[in-house]
């Protein structure tokens, strides 16, 4: 799908890439568009029809939000599949990049609408799987994972957890819709989602100077 938080420096950017400006965030900030835009890369080219059968609205919808990927440069004309009758769509990337601080304060509604989009289609996807879960093969079923771990960390340890968790992704083979045919049996697509989130301690309350204070705990996540 969408990569909200990965960082235009990064050796993995290539040509296949594209790195969010001013206008292609304003271009993506609404959610129809972004999950648009991730069914062309997971599945390949395809219909405005087709695709607003899988996001479950109209075709006209479905057209207009094409038309404007277009125009901003996300998505093109697949002129080898269309006909008079029928017009066909691809990515022209494979991944999208933002991770602009600068950018994201000039366009402040534009990124939270664009982010809020990511999250909301993670979740979405998420459950689609729990969903499916039990009619997996159990050899699928058992690398299922849902976790987190509470961790106090600087910036800098922050950031440099999010590039080696990056760098263990690299390793791995990446999927797009020709990888099938030269993977090896029994390999299937697998969706990593990886989230740093920082969760900055609250201001503390005043100490009471009325008595003793107990020291508390609560349960931690």
Do not use: C
């Not at 909200?4 to 965030?25: I, M, Q, S, T």
């Not at 004309?77 to 017009?87: K, V």
């Not at 909301?120 to 879960?133: E, K, M, P, V």
């Not at 697509?189 to 990886?194: C, E, G, L, S, Y």
């Amino acid at each position: 799908m969408t990569n909200a938080a990965e960082r235009p420096g990064d050796p993995d950017v290539d040509a296949d890439a594209v790195v969010l400006d001013a206008k292609g965030l304003r271009a993506l900030a609404h959610p129809v568009r972004v999950q648009l835009v991730g069914l062309l890369r997971k599945y390949g080219p395809s219909t405005a029809t087709r695709l607003a059968e899988r996001l479950g609205v109209n075709s006209g919808t479905a057209s207009y939000h094409l038309r404007q990927l277009g125009a901003a440069g996300f998505v093109e004309e697949d002129t080898e599949r269309g006909n008079a009758r029928e017009r066909w769509w691809r990515s022209v990337h494979r991944t999208t990049w933002f991770n602009d601080p600068e950018l994201a304060e000039r366009e402040p509604e534009a990124a939270l609408a664009y982010e809020q989009s990511v999250a909301a289609i993670y979740s979405l996807r998420t459950q689609q799987t729990l969903n499916g879960l039990q009619t997996m093969p159990r050899a699928w079923r058992n690398t299922f994972d849902m976790s987190d771990w509470a961790l106090r960390l600087t910036p800098e340890e922050a950031a440099a957890l999010d590039r080696e968790l990056k760098d263990v992704i690299s390793r791995y083979r990446r999927d797009d819709p020709g990888a099938a045919a030269n993977a090896p049996e029994g390999a299937e697509r697998v969706a990593v989602i990886t989230q740093v989130l920082p969760e900055l301690d609250a201001p503390s309350e005043p100490s009471s100077s009325s008595g003793p204070q107990e020291a508390e705990e609560g349960p931690t996540s």
